[in-house]
């Protein structure tokens, strides 16, 4: 059972995909290391795939953080952990008594470089929508960061080099919300989000505008979040020695036919996802 929220102790949750590949391990330990520093938490976690591993669920248990670990497949929609996303919202609409009556939801890619200032300074001060910068190291036509531009205390525009016109320009980890907001609702991510990016066009289903965003973080110009990636890893010509290194599986056609989703039509998109040519 979750812990009783109060105005500072708001429970979080973690919504993370993950895929197995040889550098998950480093990357998900990393992350529950982090996460084991925090109070009134629960860690959603969706494996890509058609069962959870053991390698994974042994870390899950070794971390004592209580966890919910699922799996899916990437169904039709592009691997981007969409579906994992969609699956975990799903587990929370059927058991929203299991939760804390203010809880905020914050979804933690697995490889992303996290503060934990973020989550007791930012995400449990979160009231509906929290806003705040992202750091890019390694995306270069991105920027270095991405951020809400706020005066007067008011999100009302973005600092972003990607795509800066987006009504919600923010990544996936600069945002938090009330778990409330996001079950009333029927957001999701799925085709429609075509000729978009996920974000701008989950929290466009919120119904919520730039003046109900809570900017955080932009008074002292502090990033604690960093949007990274762990570099790819080939080890297909080498022993392991018997000790547990993942493999990377190979990935859908859907994985490459889905690579620009974000530039390409809804009627494309589901084309692509029953198998047609576009």
């Not at 494996?47 to 899950?60: H, M, P, Q, R």
Request: net charge positive; aromatic share 10%; hydrophobic share 40%.
């Amino acid at each position: 059972m979750p812990l009783k929220d109060d105005k500072t102790n708001k429970q979080i949750i973690f919504i993370t995909p993950t895929r197995q590949r040889p550098e998950r391990m480093a990357d998900l330990t990393m992350l529950s290391q982090t996460l084991s520093h925090l109070k009134n938490i629960h860690w959603v976690l969706i494996e890509d795939g058609t069962s959870t591993s053991l390698i994974v669920e042994k870390l899950l248990n070794r971390s004592g953080i209580p966890y919910t670990c699922l799996h899916t497949t990437n169904n039709g929609l592009p691997c981007r952990g969409w579906a994992h996303r969609n699956l975990a919202l799903k587990y929370l609409r059927k058991r929203r008594n299991e939760f804390g009556k203010n809880a905020v939801i914050y979804f933690a890619d697995d490889d992303n470089g996290y503060d934990v200032r973020l989550f007791d300074d930012f995400v449990r001060n979160v009231k509906n929508v929290g806003i705040w910068a992202v750091g890019l190291p390694g995306f270069g036509k991105h920027g270095p960061v991405e951020a809400p531009k706020v005066e007067n205390g008011k999100v009302v525009g973005w600092l972003t080099a990607w795509r800066p016109t987006r009504k919600f320009a923010t990544d996936m980890a600069g945002f938090a919300i009330n778990l409330d907001l996001v079950l009333k609702s029927n957001a999701t991510f799925d085709l429609r989000c075509a000729g978009t990016m996920p974000e701008d066009c989950f929290l466009s289903q919120l119904g919520i505008s730039l003046n109900d965003l809570e900017p955080f973080g932009h008074t002292d110009s502090e990033i604690l979040v960093w949007h990274r990636k762990t570099a790819d890893s080939n080890f297909i010509d080498y022993s392991t020695f018997g000790y547990n290194v993942e493999a990377r599986l190979p990935k859908s056609v859907f994985c490459d036919r889905f690579f620009n989703i974000h530039d390409m039509s809804y009627t494309d998109a589901v084309k692509i996802a029953k198998g047609l040519e576009v």
